[in-house]
């Protein structure tokens, strides 16, 4: 790909910006500072930009807030894991990443291995209780926990349907992107009261990173049909809702495997304005390259084609909606 001639979103000084060179900021020969090349595209510095902004990611993460469950591994030592539920037709199922899932679960699908964590409800007793059964991909690690028809609203969750998901591929480098997840970080004992463990999100906006760059991260293991590449620094600032800080930079994201990858299906101009539906589920959350600062995801189209799979009286509604799906093998 050229070169793309771009203005600085902290000067305005133009500059030649190489999108295969994007996995590290781009400094300006201006000013000085540097910038992602998100920020290059969309130089948009204005006080009342940011301000709607921050407000468009607050309304964002609470409503991914609510399609996101946090579960511990019970039979692994107690490790946390993310998944974003799912209504398709009559089931309900959660969209997590295969190594999540411990491996009794993936062999035999036995319950009480992975206890699910109810959305500001306190939930005494088996946690394991609305687990059906486990379906998983080892090689495109991606997971299937199918939940009791009862299971969401129990546990204070809203599933997505179909409509809410999109086959954008390895998604669109022109639109932010966001990852929701559960760090094992922002676990804390005794929180919100003695004997309880508290469990806290985090929503990260980030930007997909160009295919040109893919070749910088040196990784055999990558393929465009099946992946997406997210930056994810963790010298990010967190902008905390409320006064309860854990931590004031982005932590290590383990524990946000199986998290949801959302993207809008389309970059907006500056005449139109965000709205929450906007958001559609493009990937989950499989992998983190620390060297490189940046997270993995599997293209949700294989996801859904191991629900076709695993679920064969979901087939149908699922091909007629993503008509890709009778295109893999």
């Known amino acids: 790909m050229p070169v793309e001639l771009l203005k600085c979103p902290h000067c305005a000084h133009l500059q030649d910006i190489d999108p295969a060179k994007s996995l590290e900021p781009f400094t300006c020969n201006g000013c ?12 948009a510095t204005s006080r009342e930009y940011l301000a709607i902004n921050r407000e468009t990611s607050i309304a964002f993460t609470q409503e991914l807030y609510g399609h996101t469950v946090a579960f511990t591994l019970l039979a692994d030592g107690g490790g946390v894991g993310t998944g974003t539920v799912v209504a398709i037709g ?7 990443a295969y190594h999540n ?8 699908g036995l319950d009480g291995a992975i206890g699910l964590v109810a959305k500001d409800r306190i939930v005494e007793g088996d946690r394991s209780k609305w ?3 486990c379906e998983s991909n080892r090689i495109l690690d991606i997971g299937i926990v199918e939940l009791t028809p009862h299971a969401a609203s129990e546990l204070n969750l809203v599933p997505v349907g179909l409509e809410r998901i999109h086959d954008a591929g390895r998604g669109h480098p022109l639109c932010k992107a966001r990852v929701i997840g559960y760090p094992a970080k922002f676990l804390q004992d005794h929180f919100p009261q003695q004997g309880i463990r508290g469990f806290r999100a985090l929503s990260y906006g980030t930007e997909i ?22 930056i994810y620094d963790q010298e990010d600032n967190i902008d ?15 524990g946000m495997s199986g998290g949801g990858i ?21 990937a989950i959350e499989t ?43």
């Open 209 to 230: 990173l160009d295919i040109e760059a893919w070749d910088e991260l040196h990784v055999s293991d990558l393929y465009p049909d099946e992946h997406a590449i997210l």
């Open 90 to 96: 009559d089931q309900i199922l959660v969209a997590t």
């Open 287 to 329: 992998g983190w390259f620390e060297n490189y600062s940046v997270l993995k995801g599997t293209q949700i189209i294989y996801w859904l084609k191991l629900v076709s799979e695993k679920y064969p009286h979901l087939r149908d509604r699922l091909e007629a909606s993503f008509p890709r799906l009778r295109q893999l093998t």
């Open 32 to 43: 000085g500072r540097a910038a992602s090349l998100g920020s290059w595209r969309s130089p």
């Open 262 to 282: 959302w993207q809008a299906t389309a970059p907006l101009d500056d005449t139109h304005l965000w709205t929450i539906d906007r958001l559609r589920l493009v």
């Open 131 to 133: 687990i059906v059964r």
């Open 240 to 254: 905390w809702l409320g006064d309860f800080v854990i931590e004031t930079t982005a932590p290590h994201p383990s």
């Open 101 to 108: 899932l411990p491996e009794r679960q993936k062999s035999l």
